[in-house]
């Protein structure tokens, strides 16, 4: 079983907000090469 882990990071001016990852997500998809299978994608909240 092939795995693969990238962490994206995001800054945003609020700190809660609604963003857009799907061509980020598509990127790390391709450098993976791994043609089918789950994707997981985990947010998480860096304290100020």
Same mark, same amino acid.
């Given at each position: 079983?092939?795995?693969? #882990?990238? *962490? +994206?990071?995001?800054? @945003?001016?609020? #700190? #809660? *907000?609604? /963003?857009? /990852? @799907?061509?980020? %997500?598509?990127? %790390? +998809?391709? *450098?993976?090469? /791994?043609?089918?299978?789950? %994707?997981? %994608?985990?947010?998480?909240?860096?304290? +100020?």
């Amino acid at each position: 079983m092939k795995s693969y #882990r990238k *962490e +994206l990071w995001f800054h @945003t001016p609020a #700190r #809660r *907000e609604f /963003i857009n /990852i @799907t061509p980020q %997500v598509n990127e %790390v +998809l391709r *450098e993976s090469k /791994i043609q089918e299978g789950f %994707v997981l %994608v985990n947010a998480k909240c860096n304290p +100020l």
